[in-house]
């Protein structure tokens, strides 16, 4: 009996819970809980963490889950090493739906850095107006450089004071289009772009807006987790499920 936890919060989440609650699969969607209102899955859904790597493989013995589909942010490393981990633990199957990462091209201005803090040190001395695409949950850092006013794009309203002393905050859920971004860099007269390496359709507006507009784009490389097999597609994750069934 093939029993699925599918770790969500991304579009490639959606799409396959989407498929699995078509196919009659016998699965639970998983929330972080990182947003308020998390978009709503066809799947019976959990919204919060496990509480680890103890707590998770916990949980999968409890409900006895057979499977575990990672389709979590690129950059949630420390869920992706702890479900590595978890499924170890528990002698349960693992897979990583994830989308590629984004490879540069003709007319693309960007800076390859490995962490936050490179990303603050790219940015120039002289005041800037940066759009900062990469969340609520690392602004701290940019602190350093309280010079540049930073626009923000996030899901919800923030719920403490920013920690940036010169900000512009739009709320938003994506997808979002070229020509949109376009405007709203052009609206706020962005001479910077950072954003986090996510990959995938849905967040890559911001980089065509860039290429355009002659923008560079200081681009935050992925997160290392622990070696799982990693599938690109609805299909092959399907193929997966059958292939390690019972």
Known sequence: MTRILLLGGTSEASSLAKTLAESGADAVFSYAGRTAKPVSQPLPTRVGGFGGVDGLAAYLKAEAITHVVDATHPFAAQ???????????????????????????????????????????????????VFLAIGKQNLTQFAAKPQHHYLLRLVDEPEAPLPLPHTTVEI???????????????????????????????????????????????????????????????????????????
């Open 79 to 129: 869920m992706s090493t702890n479900a590595v981990q978890a499924c170890e633990t528990a002698g349960v199957n693992l897979c990583a739906f994830e989308r590629p990462a984004w490879q540069a091209g003709e007319g693309d201005t960007w800076v390859h850095v490995g962490t936050i803090g490179e990303a603050v040190d790219a940015l120039p001395e002289a005041a800037a107006q």
């Open 172 to 246: 938003a859920r994506g997808p979002f289009d070229a020509v949109d971004d376009t405007a709203l860099m052009q609206r706020h007269g962005i001479t910077h772009v950072v954003a986090k390496n996510a990959g995938g359709m849905g967040a890559a507006a911001k980089l065509t807006a860039a290429r355009g507009l002659g923008l560079p784009v200081i681009l935050i490389g992925r997160p290392q987790v622990p070696v799982r097999p990693i599938l690109g597609s609805v299909a092959e994750v399907m193929a997966w499920l059958s292939h390690t069934a019972g």
